[in-house]
């Protein structure tokens, strides 16, 4: 016979505890414990376990049968990209972004591309009605094919539902929507998520079917739920951007099956999402000619090199403290490489605001974008343009010196084919190149030779 007891669940981490506390001792979030009831089972008494006849038994590595993973395309390149290739059958995916950033209408146009290619696939929702769901199909153009719509939240339905219709890929949106009924918790709850996420990963697995799992994120913008979550999935996707802006970023955060530097770029529209193939043309649309504080940089995101503007703002402040705000990138990293200036490079920065954009919306984190923001900073505090077929990449240093970064050779090619004509990039990388791709090569040894040679 089973008692029930209650327990406190950190709604952030899942961390577990008898008693309520103020400050989660895991994560260190404050008022996040939720109190919920928790069954317990009677353990068995000493000596009488027995082995049960199925139980799995260890292997030797070469004993284990071995073939490489078949991949389904799902129709989409950027989403094949991001997946590392495809879908593998039988794996579990978590997708989460925002509210109407467009997870549910990615998945419905994978759905209907695999459905029209032959496959079975059912979609399950616990958040819309079918009718819902008709009405944004109808946005998207024609469905073809063996696409089954299920709505339902109750795990038990779903698991025997799976089981008789066996479909090739199903969608579960949204995991907090799911409950299972030997759970006693509310639908969301902590508990309800990893035992609703366990359930799905052994039917994945049992039944070799490809499941995505939609996940609502925090104001964080991590996955809500505990974080046992997003290691017991296969891959974890997030789909970011400004959802009253009309690009889509599409970014791998784990991925068992393929690199997790792949990002997909998409465009909303009227009828869904479009791929953006060349997403470097796409960032550098309506770039202002002759304006100062304005360069582009180059910066990699798995194997693909983006092209991207940077933008910088300077001028007087009328406040005691200057403002510094930074749009598209860390804002820390922009407060230190205005110190570099200062002091390396004997720039007056201290008595003037200083405005960072990386136009375009997306945000980028990467050291080579540290020579792009530099030479921004130092035109605009110039008012000085620089020439519009000049790209910039590179990492700065505390000392003011231009450090190398990988793959120059893949950006100046980039940089070649989109019509550029110089690059500024560190001395170190210039030395690694082994040819120019016709473009004018400047090497430099830190800020104040890039400035120097850039800004005349």
């Not at 990615?106 to 616990?126: E, F, H, P």
């Not at 470097?280 to 990699?300: H, K, W």
Request: net charge neutral.
């Amino acid at each position: 016979m089973a008692k029930t007891k209650t327990v406190f669940f950190c709604q952030s981490c899942g961390y577990e505890s008898s008693k309520w506390m103020g400050q989660c001792p895991a994560c260190r979030e404050w008022n996040t414990f939720a109190e919920e009831p928790k069954t317990v089972s009677k353990k068995a008494a000493s000596g009488t376990a027995i082995r049960r006849e199925n139980a799995a038994k260890p292997q030797t590595l070469s004993e284990i049968e071995f073939s490489e993973e078949s991949r389904i395309t799902t129709g989409m390149g950027e989403f094949d990209r991001v997946l590392g290739g495809g879908i593998v059958q039988g794996s579990l995916v978590l997708l989460g972004g925002d509210p109407g950033i467009g997870k549910s209408t990615l998945l419905l146009q994978m759905c209907r591309n695999l459905a029209s290619d032959g496959r079975r696939v059912l979609y399950i929702s616990g958040e819309e009605s079918p009718q819902q769901i008709r009405m944004r199909a109808q946005r998207m153009g024609v469905f073809s094919g063996n696409l089954k719509i299920l709505c339902e939240t109750n795990l038990a339905d779903i698991r025997e539902m799976l089981s008789g219709e066996k479909p090739d890929v199903a969608i579960v949106d949204s995991i907090q929507t799911m409950y299972h009924e030997e759970v006693t918790s509310a639908p969301g709850s902590v508990s309800q998520v990893r035992e609703s996420t366990g359930i799905l990963m052994q039917i994945a697995k049992g039944m070799n079917i490809t499941i995505f799992v939609v996940g609502h994120v925090t104001k964080e913008g991590v996955v809500a739920g505990p974080r046992v979550l997003e290691h017991m999935v296969d891959t974890v996707l997030y789909c970011e951007g400004d959802r009253y802006a009309s690009y889509r970023i599409l970014r791998s955060a784990k991925n068992r099956f393929g690199s997790t530097n792949e990002i997909g770029v998409f465009e909303m529209r009227s009828e869904g999402l479009v791929e953006v193939p060349n997403p470097s043309e796409y960032m550098l649309e309506g770039r202002p000619e002759g304006a100062s504080g304005s360069i582009v940089a180059c910066t990699m995101e798995g194997t693909r090199p983006v092209l991207l503007e940077v933008q910088a703002l300077v001028c007087k402040t009328s406040l005691a403290f200057p403002r510094r705000t930074a749009a598209g990138t860390d804002l820390n990293r922009v407060n230190l490489l205005i110190a570099v200036l200062e002091k390396r490079a004997g720039l007056r920065l201290s008595s003037c605001d200083a405005y960072i954009n990386i136009a375009g919306g997306i945000r980028m984190s990467e050291p080579a974008l540290d020579l792009g923001i530099v030479l921004a900073i130092a035109s605009s505090l110039k008012d000085q343009p620089i020439d519009e077929k000049t790209i910039a990449f590179g990492e700065i240093g505390l000392s003011g010196e231009a450090r190398s970064v990988s793959m120059a050779e893949q950006r100046v090619r980039e940089a070649a084919r989109l019509g550029f004509t110089t690059v500024v990039l560190p001395e170190s990388c210039k030395k690694q190149l082994k040819g120019s791709e016709g473009i004018q090569l400047i090497g430099v040894r830190g800020v104040r030779d890039a400035i120097g040679k850039v800004l005349l």
